[in-house]
Structure formats: C-alpha cells, structure tokens
C-alpha cells in the first residue's frame, strides 16, 4: 500500500518560516516526480512547486512563491521537503504532498498551515 504523510504543519507568523516534509511508503520513491500543493478554504486546490525524479531534480514553482519557498528530496530518506520563507497571510492552507509516476499518481492526507495571531 503507498502511503504519503506530511509532518510539520503549525502555526507561523508574518515573516517568519516552517519547513514541511513528506515521507513516501510502499513506492520506488527515486522515480516518482514530487510535488506540493495547498487548498486554501473555498479555494480551489493548486499545485505550488514540484521536483522531478532521481537526480534529474528539476524544480518548478508557482509565482506565488518562487524566491520564498524551496523544494527539496531525499532519496534516501523517501522524503521531501518545503523550506518556507518570508510567510504571508495568503499562504495559509491545507499543504499536500503528491507522488507522480506514468500512470499513476497518490496523494496525502495534508498538514494544515495556519497564520499565527
């Protein structure tokens, strides 16, 4: 069974910064593509930044938060990484991880990240 699970939702404030991981189960980690995601209440679900397979890891991001978050793997651990920056009200959301491979293509169940008061 492949499993996704993030870790290190939470509270951040205005300007400061919290890294998000994802650990893979139950899949061949190395040759699947990864990516984050984040649904913010009545918004739709958008794609924020992704990074390819083995050692080819190209990464892309959204505008919304090139130059503040970094995406990161280690192949290693089956993990992946979000290093984010310069935190901003509007990026309070459920963040998601996602596993992409031909065919085939899993989710996690998604670490909420919150403004702090």
């Known amino acids: 069974e492949v499993q996704l699970v993030e870790f290190g939702g939470g509270e951040v404030r205005p300007g400061g910064s919290l890294t998000l991981s994802c650990t893979a189960s139950?899949?061949?980690?190395?040759?699947?593509?990864m990516g984050w995601f984040r649904q913010a209440p009545g918004k739709e679900r958008e794609g924020i930044s992704c990074?390819?397979?083995?050692?080819?890891?190209?990464?892309d991001y959204v505008e919304t938060v090139k130059g503040r978050f970094t995406i990161s793997r280690d192949n290693a651990k089956d993990t992946i990484y979000l290093q984010m920056n310069s935190w901003k009200p509007e990026d309070t959301a459920v963040y998601l991880c996602n596993a992409k491979y031909t065919f085939y293509s899993f989710w996690g169940q998604g670490t909420q990240v919150t403004v702090a008061s």
């Open positions: 139950g899949l061949v980690f190395a040759d699947y593509a």
């Open positions: 990074i390819g397979s083995h050692s080819e890891q190209r990464r």
